[in-house]
């Protein structure tokens, strides 16, 4: 079973950088890994994802393409996500998971693996 621990979060103002990271432990299957974002009285969106087999195939959500890097080390099995230029806009719980789907577009099906998230919160 594996299990997801993300770290990073913290209170920045705009315009500042902060560095996720998740951390697997546990059986690692191989599979498409996101960032999910959730922030208050709003549903989850998917933030960006990245394949377990090749770190070039990436997705990223609109409104955060440019600003946020997603990345990976398969040697720790842990995940990153590099977030630049944050904005207000970007405050919510950030989650990790694993088994997300691709197409249509990106997904987290039920059955995904999911973090307990971390909180980033960026003032104006």
């Known amino acids: 079973q594996v299990q997801l621990v993300e770290s990073g979060g913290g209170l920045v103002q705009a315009g500042g950088s902060l560095r996720l990271s998740c951390a697997a432990s546990?059986?690692?299957?191989?599979?498409?890994w996101g960032w999910f974002r959730q922030a208050p009285a709003k549903e989850r969106e998917f933030v960006a994802g990245?394949?377990?087999?090749?770190?070039?195939?990436?997705r990223y959500a609109d409104s955060v393409k440019g600003r946020f890097t997603i990345s990976k080390d398969n040697a720790k099995n842990t995940m990153y996500l590099q977030m630049n230029n944050l904005k207000p806009e970007d405050t919510a719980v950030y989650y990790c998971?694993?088994?997300?789907?691709?197409?249509?577009?990106?997904?987290?099906?039920?059955?995904?693996?999911w973090g307990q998230g971390t909180q980033v919160t960026v003032s104006s």
């Open positions: 998971a694993a088994g997300v789907l691709f197409t249509p577009t990106p997904y987290a099906p039920r059955g995904a693996t």
């Open positions: 990245v394949s377990w087999w090749s770190e070039n195939k990436t």
């Open positions: 546990g059986y690692i299957f191989s599979s498409n």
